[in-house]
């Protein structure tokens, strides 16, 4: 069974720029979990998706946003980037049921100039 | 609030030698707790997880944990490190939709 996908692997933006980043679950998978790395504040969590629904959100500014589709892929978008949304971005799928547990994809490496 | 403390940043171990990687959780429930590994600039591998049951779960590549619920522990062990092993552990704790990590520790092998 195919990962979790994430695309684009790098990005560069400028300040004030918008970028969209896509990630595809594990086929069956219809939990899509965003978090944002960074070595200063580690590993956190930006959103959750089941069903189209955003059913939990981390504490981050309204810049941040994300989307889930028919089909369980998800899209997170940031608008206004700052210097600071510099990070790795991982996507996380999970089944929904007993024993949850999320699998990561490879992240998406966002560099903001 | 839930939360996770990796009190070791990093460790260096011999390799061969026996490892252990300390995770402290807070959490007001049975916890599902979860130990992840990355390899630098890749995403997050699943080592093991615990939901409930037996307090000792084995996971892929020799690891094990132990959960201790009077010490809200859950710590990482294996017993004969190998230099593949060398990578950033994570201890995580909480559900899908709300799930915490802890800062990491960073393992080093050294031949």
């Known amino acids: 069974k195919a990962g979790v996908t994430q695309t684009p692997r790098y990005l560069i933006k400028t300040r004030g720029q918008q970028v969209t980043l896509s990630c595809s679950p594990i086929?069956?998978?219809?939990?899509v979990s965003w978090y944002q790395q960074t070595p200063g504040q580690g590993l956190q969590f930006l959103f959750e998706?089941?069903?189209?629904?955003?059913?939990n959100k981390g504490n981050f500014p309204g810049r941040f946003s994300g989307r889930q589709f028919s089909n369980s892929r998800s899209e997170m978008n940031v608008s206004t980037l700052e210097l600071g949304d510099s990070a790795l971005y991982l996507c996380a799928s999970s089944f929904v049921g007993l024993e949850e547990t999320q699998y990561f994809g490879p992240g998406t490496r966002l560099l903001v100039l | 609030a839930q939360s996770v403390t990796q009190p070791d940043i990093h460790i260096t171990v011999s390799e061969g030698a026996s490892l252990e990687l300390r995770c402290n959780y807070s959490y007001g429930a049975t916890p599902y707790l979860f130990w992840y590994v990355q390899s630098p600039g890749q995403g997050l591998q699943l080592l093991l997880k615990y939901f409930s049951g037996d307090t000792l779960v084995q996971g892929i590549k020799g690891f094990e944990a132990e959960f201790k619920r009077s010490q809200s522990s859950f710590n990482l062990r294996k017993p004969s490190v190998h230099w593949s092993d060398a990578a950033e552990y994570f201890c995580?704790?909480?559900?899908?939709?709300?799930?915490?990590f802890g800062a990491g520790t960073r393992l080093t092998v050294k031949p």
């Open positions: 998706y089941f069903s189209e629904t955003q059913r």
């Open positions: 995580a704790v909480g559900s899908i939709n709300d799930m915490r």
């Open positions: 086929s069956g998978h219809r939990s």
